[in-house]
């Protein structure tokens, strides 16, 4: 369908439009417009209302999307649950069970194998640019970080992949060695990153992630209030630690499950701040779905997520992501970004009207990672987008879109998903 070489010309697709912002043409409910798309070059050299054409190919109305960007990832755990499950399904045993995994088996091949294994997939699904924490805790650092580079540059030009450190806001009471991370975070050009408790020095601690990243120039990712705990509100104070420390960079923050459990007022002033203080919020709404509120075998009564909606309300960039990926912290998933959103739409109603959230998915990422030209569809872009069977977005929705044709620099690539048993050596003591 696509053609391997030349220009070509795609009359008869649907373009959303918050994803083309250079198309004039009539919209649909949803926000799909009939399209033409001329390619040549690897470039998109025309985006026009639907015409006539002699010599082009009708897709028949099908869907075409940018592709994805996976603003929140953890691929150095990736696919590790055959050997070390989530004995419980709660945060706690994900977390020591990851940590016990990191300690026995993370060597530089085995996060390599794992690492690309991930990437593969993201790739066959139409990821374009991926950010992966990375466990950044004493000596794992030294291991994992190499490791990252040496992916980075594998995979360049494929996915354009960001590394952020991973360590628990206790972790920044040692100065000395968090100046160091920091330092080594910066050498490979990555993104500074915490998670953050309700510890009793959590403002000094926050002022001095703060102080690394404007001595690095270093962008900040946070973990923030993964719990169901109402006094959990540190994104709350990330916000009031932005503004007080006048940091200027970008600033994403994940999770930040507890605000959806507390009152109205608090929220409120939670939304203010972090309005005002300029930061994104990214909601990982599979891995949160799977862990919050699970316990005692009783029926979960809430879904985990964060207050999206409020926040896009108020103008704070916001996004979703796939987060983890057959470890213990989420038991399945694939770096699909189409399925994150199928599910996305589910659990946080992103529909009713679809509106501009397809962005959450693809423009608003991008931007955070500061990618230029990733995550819309433009006159003299790149062609990296995906062709979908769907037709509607109850079509392109109610399927995996598995025969989805995914195109890179105007050429379809092979979307061969690499075989589970390319890691059973890695399951094995």
């Not at 990736?78 to 399904?89: A, E, F, L, S, Y």
């Not at 105007?410 to 390319?422: C, F, S, V, W």
Request: hydrophobic share 45%; glycine share 8%; proline share 5%.
């Amino acid at each position: 369908m696509i053609p391997t070489f030349g220009s070509y010309h795609l009359a008869n697709v649907r373009l959303h439009r918050s994803l083309a912002p250079g198309l004039s043409a009539p919209f649909d409910a949803d926000g799909f417009g009939l399209a033409d798309i001329a390619v040549a070059d690897g470039k998109i050299s025309s985006i026009t209302a639907h015409g006539r054409s002699a010599d082009a190919i009708d897709l028949a109305g099908r869907i075409i999307l940018p592709c994805f960007v996976d603003c929140h990832t953890h691929i150095d755990k990736g696919h590790i649950w055959p050997r070390k499950p989530n004995p419980d399904g709660t945060f706690l045993g994900a977390l020591n069970a990851a940590g016990a995994d990191r300690v026995a088996r993370w060597s530089a091949e085995d996060l390599a194998r794992r690492m690309d294994f991930s990437l593969r997939c993201a790739y066959a699904h139409g990821t374009r640019a991926l950010r992966t924490h990375i466990d950044s805790v004493a000596p794992q650092e030294e291991i994992s970080w190499p490791v990252f580079e040496t992916m980075r540059e594998a995979w360049r030009g494929r996915i354009e992949l960001q590394g952020a450190c991973l360590l628990g806001i206790e972790g920044v009471r040692d100065k000395k060695w968090f100046d160091r991370l920091a330092k080594r975070v910066a050498a490979a050009k990555g993104v500074l990153g915490v998670v953050t408790y309700m510890v009793p020095d959590l403002e000094e601690l926050l002022d001095h992630v703060f102080a690394q990243a404007i001595k690095h120039g270093l962008d900040l990712d946070f973990h923030a209030d993964e719990t169901d705990d109402i006094s959990a509100i540190s994104l709350k104070k990330i916000a009031e630690a932005a503004l007080w420390n006048g940091f200027e960079g970008k600033i994403l923050v994940g999770h930040c499950c507890s605000l959806a459990r507390q009152p109205d007022l608090d929220v409120l002033d939670t939304l203010d701040k972090v309005a005002k203080a300029g930061l994104a919020v990214v909601s990982l709404p599979m891995c949160n779905l799977y862990l919050q509120d699970r316990s005692d075998q009783t029926t979960p009564r809430w879904r985990g997520v964060t207050l999206l909606h409020e926040m896009k309300a108020r103008g704070i960039p916001v996004a979703v992501a796939s987060d983890n990926t057959r470890d213990p912290f989420y038991a399945y998933g694939d770096l699909d970004m189409l399925e994150v959103y199928r599910m996305a739409t589910r659990i946080l109603h992103l529909d009713h009207p679809v509106a501009d959230w397809p962005q959450a998915v693809t423009a608003t990422p991008a931007d955070v990672m500061r990618l230029d030209g990733f995550g819309t569809l433009a006159s003299g872009g790149d062609a990296d987008f995906i062709v979908f069977k769907g037709r509607s977005w109850t079509e392109l929705l109610s399927r995996p879109e598995s025969d989805r044709i995914v195109v890179r620099g105007g050429k379809a690539i092979d979307r061969q998903l690499p075989d589970y048993a390319e890691l059973d050596e890695l399951m094995v003591e």
